[in-house]
């Protein structure tokens, strides 16, 4: 058994204006998660993960925030549409992004609509452990600020663990590797949380890793793809290889051969199927399948855990064949 990847009925019981282009929506939903996750909601026949803003320690109702991507289908889509009373699809939540059992500080680092699975995170570590708690978050001004007045309220519930610092744009430009080093001077040892913009992120990693902090120490949450790969134009790119890619959906087998630097979900797409995807990037997991011959091997993978990877599950955007021929298979 893979994971459960169906979409189920949620119904919106609230929506709540955080910023001029910033919404929550309160799901009437049962589900049990884990402070950072998300879910991954289709409208428009599209499907777009949204993080939990919600803790379950402290939180009775489940909540997603969406921010307005300029020109983005599934963002706009929702802020234009969705009332409360409204009906959409979801799947269960699901992710990586979560607090590991450990006393070590907890520090945060935040971008934009990055700050949703932090402020999760954050709600249970306070609510759930007596670890101390800082994060630095940015935003272009202060208009742009989600979750100010609730971070702004638990550094008053807890004035000795926690410590929310802002970050505005327009006032300091964008924040330096000497302002992440500055803000990290005494927890070197703290577990890092990053989400944001992927230069931001970027940034912050090099910045964390040059002043000693332990890589697996560093966990990052990343929303977007990152930018395509330019083919180099030799024709190396898309080059036929000596094996086949069989792909079953539906319950139906269909090969193609094997192209070079393809992945399992392009090679599907050249079959002509449309397999389920999102973010293309291994965030999201909803390209799941599982290979049933053959090898292939994860560019990236920031969803799956190591024990579904051993029973052969495998982020299709990701995968690339390592065996001449491969299987994989899509869950109906
Ligand atoms: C694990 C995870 C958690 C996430 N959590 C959150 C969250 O809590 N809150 C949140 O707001 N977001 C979150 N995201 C991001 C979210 O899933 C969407 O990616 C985001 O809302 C944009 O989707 P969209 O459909 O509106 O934009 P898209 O339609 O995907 O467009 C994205 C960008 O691409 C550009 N674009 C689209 N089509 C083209 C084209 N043909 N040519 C050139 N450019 C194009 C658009 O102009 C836009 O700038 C999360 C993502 C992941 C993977
Ligand atoms: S589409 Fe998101 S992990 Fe593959």
Redesign the pocket.
Known sequence: MGRDQGLYPARITRVIQETAD?RTYVLDVPYPYRAGQ?LTVKVCD?L??????SSPDTDAELM??????????????MHDHLRPGDVIETTRPT?L?CLRETPAPLLAFCGG?GV??ILSLVKTALATTARRVRVLAADRDADSVIFGPAMDELARRHPTRFEIRHHLDDRSGYVTEDQVREFVLGDRGADFYLCGPAPFMDLTERALLAHGADPARIFA????APAAVVDSGDGSADAELDGTVSIVLSGKRHTVAQHANETLLESARRAGLAPPF??E?G??ATCIAQITEGKARMRVNN?LEEDEIADGWILTCQGEPVTPHVTVVYED
């Open positions: 910033t998300f599209t777009r993960s949204y993080s939990m803003s997603t925030t969406v921010k307005r991507v300029p020109g983005g289908l599934v963002s706009n889509w992710g992004f609509s949703t699975p949450e990343r929303f977007a999102s973010c990037a965030n999201c969803a």
